[in-house]
């Protein structure tokens, strides 16, 4: 019975992003974050739509998504310190960032994540303006909301330094709990607000 539905759900996604490819065309979007923020999770949730466990990612998870109204590639690339300037080439071209945070995690760690999205930010601002491409949207998910120690949003963006980044930077933070999929469909769904407001904006 479980199989059934999580096979179903899986299924689903395929006819979604089949109808959509009709419609609109899918953005490239890559997930960055420390080690255990949820990345993977987060990814896997999306996709198919239950929790499954994920193991630590030795390189890159890569899946086709619909949600938020969007169709999405989205890659999820491993944390860790020893691997995170690997992002770089996964950052360069993308339409999107998404920087997932452990929201209940020590100050220690939180600033460890400020530092490596400040450098996420500038390096993929700095890449765009060599390509002539417009600067990648940046959603900040503020994962793991149901642990008591949790920051909300507002405060984990205080925290990151959000409000200092350039001002050609887009952003948005918002609140999510990977393991149940809560707020996950609403974070896409302002990704792709962000993404639809840079577009017109660039051809108007
Ligand atoms: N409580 C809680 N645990 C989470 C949440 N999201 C992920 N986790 C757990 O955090 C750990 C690391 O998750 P993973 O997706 O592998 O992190 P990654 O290294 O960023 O890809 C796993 O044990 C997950 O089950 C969440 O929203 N709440
Ligand atoms: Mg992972």
Known sequence: MCWCWEGMAGAVQEVMWAAATLVRPAAHVVVVGLDSAGKTTLLLRLRYGHYVN???????NTERVVAGGGRWVVWDVGGAERVRPLWRSYT?????????????????RVEEARVEMARVCRESGASSLALRRPRPPLLVVANKQDL??????????????LPDLPEAQPWAVAPACAVTGEGLEEAMATLKALLDKQRQGHRQ
Do not use: I, Q
């Open 54 to 60: 994920a193991v630590p990612t030795a390189g890159f």
């Open 148 to 161: 008591p120690a949790a920051r909300d949003p507002a405060h984990l963006a205080k925290a990151l330094g």
């Open 92 to 108: 360069r071209a993308t339409d999107a960032l998404v920087f997932v945070v452990d929201a209940s995690a020590g100050e220690e």
